[in-house]
T-cell receptor, first 112, second 110 residues
């Protein structure tokens, strides 16, 4: 049982380049999330999804887009990367409930 | 989710008990208190949850006073491997959108 898998684990982008981060979960969870984590700022919610085909904005959605075409996958896209998007990105899934979140191991993204 | 306040960092030594207090003055009647733990280079993981009084599991204890305006996570006899960031969250049991804040960085030294 893999839980939540994020790919890639590391990536370096040049300013203006685009990329997609993939999150896959095998727990049949309804809800999926993308967070970013910066030093001293905890985890901030970028976008989330309450089910297949649905997405919603979180606290810091600007510069990102997401898609949830299949229940098990949640994609995070950066159309034109900026240095301010250098961060560690975490994906999570849950069936709701404060105690039910499962996180991936993170993607470390550097934009130069 | 209710706003929470917890210390930015705490230092401890192996074998000591670590107590992290979280303030949540505007907790609502139906809110639960939940703690997550995040090791370096990993995502957070659930460790304990409670509504009132005391909850204990194999990892930690959670103490909640009668007025529920604060809670204390207690880690008994910590080891180096307990070095992590600990997050306090307060909200409905079926909340589906979590806000983690900065958490408390606990550093355990030999």
């Amino acid at each position: 049982n893999a839980g939540v898998t994020q790919t890639p684990k590391f990536r370096v982008l040049k300013t203006g380049q685009s990329m997609t981060l993939l999150c896959a979960q095998d727990m049949n969870h309804e809800y999926m999330y993308w967070y970013r984590q910066d030093p001293g700022m905890g985890l901030r919610l970028i976008h989330y999804s309450v089910g297949e085909g649905t997405t919603a904005k979180g606290e810091v959605p600007d510069g990102y887009n997401v898609s949830r075409l299949k229940k098990q996958n949640f994609l995070l896209g950066l159309e034109s990367a900026a240095p301010s998007q250098t961060s560690v990105y975490f994906c999570a899934s849950s069936n709701a409930g404060l105690d039910g979140y499962t996180f991936g191991s993170g993607t470390r993204l550097t934009v130069v | 989710l209710a706003k929470t306040t917890q210390p930015i960092s705490m230092d401890s030594y192996e074998g000591q008990e670590v107590n992290i207090t979280c303030s949540h003055n505007n907790i609502a009647t139906n809110d639960y208190i939940t703690w997550y733990q995040q090791f370096p280079s990993q995502g957070p993981r659930f460790i304990i949850q409670g509504y009132k009084t005391k909850v204990t599991n194999e990892v930690a204890s959670l103490f909640i006073p009668a007025d529920r305006k604060s809670s204390t996570l207690s880690l008994p006899r910590v080891s180096l491997s307990d070095t992590a960031v600990y997050y306090c969250l307060v909200g409905l049991i079926n909340d589906y959108k979590l806000s983690f804040g900065a958490g408390t960085t606990v550093t355990v030294r030999a």
